[in-house]
């Protein structure tokens, strides 16, 4: 998924997030601000997802493995070694992703 993001310039987040009177939302192309998110990482995980479905990476999963997908939350993961979430992890803006290990 990484390279998918990193293609279509998501690395630049800090553009996309919109911070307005106590909730986040995200710019897209396709919808000019998603949200209302309570928490910076809940609308960087909003973008993760709609830039998974905007590129088709859900297409190629069984129904139960989008659902699983589109659920995922860092904040609430239990599982080791998480795929999704080391790839959110590695484009959230460092502040945040060393608040999530802290």
Known sequence: MIDVLTQIGLLEIDNRLVYRQGK?????REIP???????????VEGL???????TGRLSHCDQEEAAAFMQHS???????????CADLLAVLPVETAIQLNA
């Open 74 to 84: 860092v904040q609430k993961c239990c599982q080791p070694a998480c795929d999704l």
């Open 48 to 54: 993760y997802r709609h830039v998974a479905i905007c």
């Open 24 to 28: 986040w939302f995200v710019r897209t």
């Open 33 to 43: 601000e998603r949200g209302p998110y309570d928490t910076r990482l809940e609308a």
